[in-house]
């Protein structure tokens, strides 16, 4: 399997421009989560999805934020407008169940690093 | 207050030379607790998952130990090797009705040749 894949890798972009990054994660995985991490704040859950469906986005940091999961194989981040202190890292991951089963494992992407000039 | 902290922040050890990375916790109620290894721009990738019943798990030369009386937990490294280099995560799951993780700051490991 390729593992979570998330697109793109890196991007610059000025502020106030729509930033979307996208995901696709390991295939038969139900649950799908995204996260943002910096040098300040470290690993933070943004949102996490159960086959398609945001269970829990009150990581989210505020309504410039969205994230969609239109099918079982892809879901997106978008930012809009974008400013920043949105520079950071953002990471897909996915498992075949919820974060606190134990014995789950939760499969990262390399990550989507992001810099809002 | 639900929080998760780790020791040291950074830590430089010598190729071949042993190192205990710690990670105390205030979570409740507790669920699990995962070390991550994340090496420089990757992603993380999980390293042990320990639940309340579990007192050590291994994988390879890394050894977690968790003591959940004084919520405490260690990540062991034997015989270091450069490849260890990269920063280690400590992350301690809620066992509520939806589900909380907390990370920690995460320790700096570099492995000198």
């Known amino acids: 399997d390729a593992g979570v894949i998330q697109s793109p890798r890196h991007e610059v972009t000025e502020m106030g421009q729509e930033v979307t990054l996208r995901c696709k994660p390991i295939?038969?995985?139900?649950?799908l989560f995204w996260y943002r991490q910096t040098m300040m704040r470290g690993l933070e859950l943004l949102i996490y999805?159960?086959?398609?469906?945001?269970?829990?986005d009150s990581g989210m940091p505020e309504d410039r934020f969205s994230a969609k999961m239109p099918n079982a194989s892809f879901s997106t981040l978008k930012i809009q407008p974008s400013e920043p202190r949105d520079s950071a890292v953002y990471f897909c991951?996915?498992?075949?169940?919820?974060?606190?089963?134990?014995?789950?494992?939760?499969?990262f992407g390399e990550g989507s690093w992001l810099t809002v000039v | 207050k639900n929080q998760v902290e780790q020791s040291p922040q950074s830590l430089i050890i010598l190729e071949g030379k042993n190192c205990t990375l710690q990670?105390?916790?205030?979570?409740?109620?507790?669920?699990?607790l995962r070390w991550y290894k994340q090496d420089t721009g990757r992603g993380p990738v999980s390293l042990t998952i320990?639940?309340?019943?579990?007192n050590t798990k291994s994988n390879g030369r890394y050894t977690a130990t968790l003591d959940a009386d004084t919520k405490q937990s260690s990540l062991h490294i034997t015989a270091s090797q450069l490849s260890d280099s990269a920063s280690y995560i400590c992350?301690?799951?809620?066992?509520?009705?939806?589900?909380?993780?907390?990370f920690g700051a995460g320790t700096r490991l570099f492995v000198k040749a």
């Open positions: 320990m639940t309340f019943s579990e």
């Open positions: 990670c105390n916790y205030t979570v409740s109620p507790f669920s699990n």
């Open positions: 992350v301690v799951s809620r066992n509520t009705g939806g589900f909380k993780t907390i």
């Open positions: 999805f159960n086959n398609n469906v945001p269970i829990d």
């Open positions: 991951a996915s498992s075949l169940m919820a974060q606190f089963s134990s014995g789950n494992t939760i499969y």
């Open positions: 295939s038969g995985h139900d649950y």
